[in-house]
């Protein structure tokens, strides 16, 4: 409860910050986006802590404080990347992750039209991260909803894909462009014959469905090696870099351009 009453502050007290993880294409090592990661510095007693989001996300979700706190991360994020645009250092994209509850909020798509909108990002800039947790319930709405952000001319990524419970057959009618394997698999591919297949599976698969595959959690040379030759299309992970702040993150751009 303590923690819900100050994450109510947090947005106002400045206290939540955005990181990028820089995303590189496979092929030829090209920056080719960033996802959005939330950290929050949060003041007490003039000591700042950093809270993980493993540990303020779910309290957000359960408090329904995930709706306000989502739209400023996804209205930040896209006002971030319009003024790198701006400022001659583009970034190509930036892949914001959506938690359970706000996609299912009825304002949602009203939500990501005003981001959109007010910062002026064109939408092909944006790619919402969603889980298959999230691809469960109301089917039909869940595909309308999917469809509309297609339209709308947004890009669409699974997230820890392999880890949840949906069916495959949901991948067929849902407008999913990207598959992001979950790092479970890239942690112990290079060890596990088993994780390797999957990997292999998961990529000619996403392949087939004219889906772009995004490995998480790539640390070694060995790894991105195995990837390559599988023709992983983007790698995202420490062997590339962690999550940077926003100025750290200009300062990568400006070195790659
Ligand atoms: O960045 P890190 O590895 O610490 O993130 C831990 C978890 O928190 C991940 O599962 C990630 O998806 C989630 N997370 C990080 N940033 C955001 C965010 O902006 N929105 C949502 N909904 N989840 C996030
Ligand atoms: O659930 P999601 O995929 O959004 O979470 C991404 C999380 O993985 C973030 O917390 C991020 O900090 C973390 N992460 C990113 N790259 C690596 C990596 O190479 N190794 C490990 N162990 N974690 C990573
Ligand atoms: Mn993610
Ligand atoms: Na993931």
Redesign the pocket.
């Known amino acids: 409860l303590n923690m819900e009453i100050n994450l109510r502050n947090a947005i106002a007290k400045n206290e939540l910050q955005l990181y990028f993880?820089p995303q590189y294409r496979a092929k030829d090592r090209v920056l080719c986006g960033a996802?959005v990661?939330i950290r929050w510095f949060h003041q007490v007693d003039g000591q700042i802590k950093m809270v993980p989001?493993n540990h303020f996300i779910p309290v957000a979700e359960e408090s329904g404080l995930i709706v306000d706190i989502g739209r400023w991360i996804l209205r930040t994020a896209c006002k971030q990347l319009k003024t790198w645009q701006q400022e001659g250092i583009p970034l190509p994209q930036v892949s914001v992750?959506i938690s359970a509850r706000q996609f299912s909020d009825p304002d949602f798509l009203e939500m990501v039209e005003n981001a959109l909108g007010d910062s002026e990002l064109a939408p092909e800039h944006l790619e919402l991260?969603i889980t298959e947790s999230m691809l469960v319930g109301d089917i039909k709405r869940i595909e309308l909803q999917l469809k509309r952000l297609k339209k709308m001319g947004i890009h669409l990524a699974l997230?820890?894909f392999g880890t949840g419970y949906s069916s495959l057959s949901y991948l067929k009618n849902f407008p999913i462009d990207v598959l992001?394997i979950d790092?479970s698999f890239i942690r112990e591919m290079t060890n596990d014959s088993r994780d390797a297949n999957i990997v292999r599976a998961i990529i000619e698969m996403g392949h087939s469905l004219g889906q772009k595959i995004i490995a998480?959690?790539?640390?070694t040379e060995k790894q991105l090696g195995y990837l390559v030759g599988r023709e992983c299309d983007i790698i995202?992970?420490?062997?590339f870099s962690?999550?940077l702040p926003g100025h750290k993150m200009t300062d990568l751009l400006c070195s790659e351009r």
Do not use: M, S
């Not at 998480?216 to 640390?219: A, I, L």
């Not at 995202?236 to 062997?239: A, E, N, S, V």
């Open positions: 993880q996802e990661l989001p992750n991260e997230d820890d992001k790092q998480e959690g790539v640390e995202q992970g420490y062997f962690p999550p």
